[in-house]
């Protein structure tokens, strides 16, 4: 049950945040812009960054209910403080694709730690899953920039930053779905196991791990 939500969470959290409602927020009221953003553009772009994350964390915490796991002391606030500005350090700094790779890659770094008390191999679950989703990041900036390049520069208005987004949000999603659906049927602590040298009821906060 926790493998078959976790795959259909996750693609349909990137497909519908990601894929559809990132583009109608950030693009449906303020239009296409250019590198440099005006401010209701850049505040747009962050409220539907917000959003994804939001039902991404969510979908999670929701996800993990089902093994009756301990949620971890941070919670979704680590994503919201970190995902979104990573986005935007990557947009500026080095122009897109950047901006989808640094988004990708601190979700990945947060979910290694806040998610490392609940696997059996804590250290080889942290390089697993950064590399998760750096390669949730290539396949969805290899298909969607490249549908772009190829197809999409051609539609007009809200199609083209709809397509666009879709063919970057469904490799991706699809990605992370079924990697870690492999990673957690090794991984995932089952009820009524422990790492060696950690108690069951020994509570780990985030900043204890990282």
């Known amino acids: 049950m926790f493998l078959k939500k976790w795959v259909a969470g996750n693609i349909a959290v990137y497909t519908g945040a990601l894929g559809l409602l990132h583009p109608l927020i950030a693009h449906g009221l303020t239009g296409d812009h250019d590198r440099l953003l005006t401010t209701p553009q850049f505040i747009m772009h962050t409220l539907s960054l917000f959003v994804f994350i939001a039902f991404l964390a969510r979908m999670q915490r929701r996800t993990f209910q089902v093994t009756g796991k301990r949620q971890t002391a941070a919670g979704i606030w680590p994503f919201l403080l970190i995902a979104p500005w990573a ?58 920039l490249g549908g772009y390049l190829l197809y999409y520069k051609q539609f007009p208005g809200i199609a083209r930053d709809m397509a666009t987004w879709i063919s970057i949000s469904i490799p991706a999603g699809l990605v992370v779905a079924y990697y870690f659906r492999y990673i957690w049927s090794i991984q995932l602590l089952l009820p009524g196991e422990e790492v060696p040298g950690r108690h069951a009821d020994q509570k780990v906060t985030f900043s204890e791990v990282a």
């Open 87 to 144: 986005f935007w350090l990557g947009y500026y700094t080095l122009f897109v694709p950047f901006d989808i790779l640094f988004m990708f890659l601190s979700i990945g770094i947060i979910n290694a730690i806040q998610l490392k008390p609940l696997v059996k191999a804590p250290a080889k679950w942290v390089w697993q899953c950064i590399l998760g989703y750096l390669l949730a990041a290539v396949a969805g900036i290899v298909v969607g």
